[in-house]
């Protein structure tokens, strides 16, 4: 009965479209995978070593988005070269005039591929391997994140409201200051944005845990 409901809607069709496709299943099957996938990265590995939450609303959206429009060249027969370029393109656009770091840039291109992988996986790839392939994304990106890149750091971005030891020469000053408001041993900071209106400003600061 379901498959002859299923072979009815694939009949249908609206100014030559088809109402429904049995490709519908693999697709939301795709996509389960590469939500599962993209958001344990991001909420399990990459946001338990970040106080501020400043990215992982562009991550989450990131990864949805390109699949979805990895899954339309893949359909459209899109040379995937000009897809990777857009890809490219797209996701150094709003971010071309802040200050990202290398880590953050890293996690994106992560989620990127992950997406483009789950996506424009052929028939040819069986799913043992595919999920193979984001598993091992997975266990790589934790056991990079967990006991080589991170090594007891943390980050997070606060608004800084003493506007003069923006200065650089008053710098000693800003990094004694912010040492005693976090009260950990300070790694780095930068200066994101100033706000001469408010008499603030946005500071990125990576210090020990």
Known sequence: M????????????????????????????????????????????????????????TFMVFSPLIFFVCNLFS????????????????????????????K????????????????????KISYAELLFTNAFIIFI????????????????????EVIENIKPENEALLLEDLQKRIGKPIIRFDILEVDYIRDSARLRVVHER
């Open 141 to 160: 990106t934790y056991v990079l994140e967990r006991y080589l890149a991170n090594s007891g750091v943390t980050t997070q971005t606060i608004r800084y």
């Open 75 to 102: 359909n459209a027969e899109l040379d995937i070269g000009f897809a990777f370029g857009l890809f490219a393109v797209f996701s150094i656009l709003r971010y071309r005039t802040a200050q990202i770091q290398v």
């Open 2 to 57: 379901i498959e002859l409901n299923t072979l009815l809607l694939d009949a249908i069709r609206i100014f030559d479209i088809k109402l429904f496709d049995v490709d519908f299943y693999e697709l939301i099957l795709r996509l389960g995978l590469n939500l599962t996938v993209a958001y344990s990265i991001i909420h399990f590995i990459y946001q338990p070593t970040r106080k501020d939450s400043e990215y992982i609303f």
């Open 104 to 123: 953050e840039m890293t996690y994106m291109f992560i989620v990127i591929a992950v997406a483009v992988i789950n996506a424009l996986a052929t028939k």
